[in-house]
């Protein structure tokens, strides 16, 4: 992690608007403590700004980005971006330090911090930038996302998309009488058996993706399921929503699965409420553990999708 471990060293000790910290729970996560000073700062200067008016104006989302880096100086800016670039991490966790439980302060964070990076991804489940989906005890959807007391397997976001998805945010709004359910990560260079299937013949065999109904996206894409970049292997996979061809690839696709679901690299992320996390896309994976059975189970979490700036 020698990008970031600079700066690291570089702000600890000085007097800062925020710190970065080692994760208490990865090896390669990071977890950014913000001054809360600065954060106040942050949320009363855009008190005046609304969820709706981010939904309809799309300027005001980046007039919220430059806000955020005004507070927290450019330093923020580029460490976000170094953390999420850099190989061996990749990823950080962020939060609200229970400054604020009010929602649209929630949006205003994620989203003022996802417009560091890049540009977002429209989000067809939502019709908007970003989507809010709770998990209850009881579910009739199509697809794993709100089913409760089945893991979710480890996948990558953005596979029936035609478009980048280069880091994947995730915020925690609420969470009662859930036990279990938390976010399930690996990272691709943890995985003991990255090498068997990131080389095999079918690595980069283009594999049809299709979504159902509820993601709004008619459109069928075709995804190797390795690819490279920077000299390393990058992943794009999700069960659901592969349609293999072959008995070949199908095998291929559910040992790959397999394998990862055993890694002993796979972690269980605790988050607390008001927290977020934020991960490179192509070489992290993520899932959700199953909850314990509650009739009064309820969940629910933010997420944003997007692509890096090319500068
Ligand atoms: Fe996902």
Redesign the pocket.
């Known amino acids: 992690m020698s990008v970031v471990k600079e700066v690291v060293k570089s702000l600890v000790g000085g007097k800062e608007t925020f710190e970065v910290k080692n994760h208490p729970h990865h090896h390669r996560l990071y977890h950014l403590e913000i001054n809360n000073d600065s954060l106040y700062t942050f949320l009363s200067e855009n008190r005046h700004v609304n969820a709706q008016q981010l939904e309809y104006v799309p300027y005001m989302r980046l007039a919220l980005s430059q806000s955020l880096e005004k507070i927290l100086g450019k330093r923020f800016s580029e460490t976000v971006r170094a953390i999420l670039h850099d190989r061996d991490s990749g990823g950080f966790t962020v939060g609200m330090q229970y400054q604020t439980e009010d929602y649209d302060d929630y949006i205003k964070f994620a989203t003022a911090l996802a417009h560091l990076l890049g540009g977002v991804n429209f989000d067809a489940m939502s019709g908007t930038y970003y989507a809010r989906f709770t998990v209850k005890d009881t579910d009739e959807s199509d697809s794993y996302l709100r089913q409760a007391y089945r893991r979710f397997t480890l ?1 990558t ?1 953005g596979t029936f998309v035609n478009e980048p998805t280069d880091w ?1 945010l995730m915020m925690k709004f609420a969470e009662e009488n859930a036990i279990g359910g938390e976010s399930r990560l690996l990272h691709l260079d943890d995985w003991e058996d990255l090498e068997h299937y990131s080389t095999h013949p079918l690595a980069t065999c283009r594999i049809e993706y299709k979504a159902p109904s509820s993601k709004n996206v008619e459109q069928t894409v075709y995804n190797q399921t390795f690819f490279e970049q920077n000299g390393k292997p990058c992943i794009c996979f999700i069960d659901q929503f592969a349609n293999p061809s072959t008995m070949e690839q199908a095998t291929y696709l559910k040992d790959l699965s397999e394998s990862m679901e055993n890694s002993k690299h796979t972690i269980d992320l605790p988050l607390p409420v008001g927290d977020l996390v934020m991960v490179n896309n192509m070489f992290w994976l ?1 899932g959700r553990a199953a909850f314990e059975k509650s009739p009064d189970l309820h969940r629910e979490l933010l ?1 944003q999708r997007g692509y890096f700036a090319k500068v």
């Open positions: 996948h976001d994947l993520h997420r």
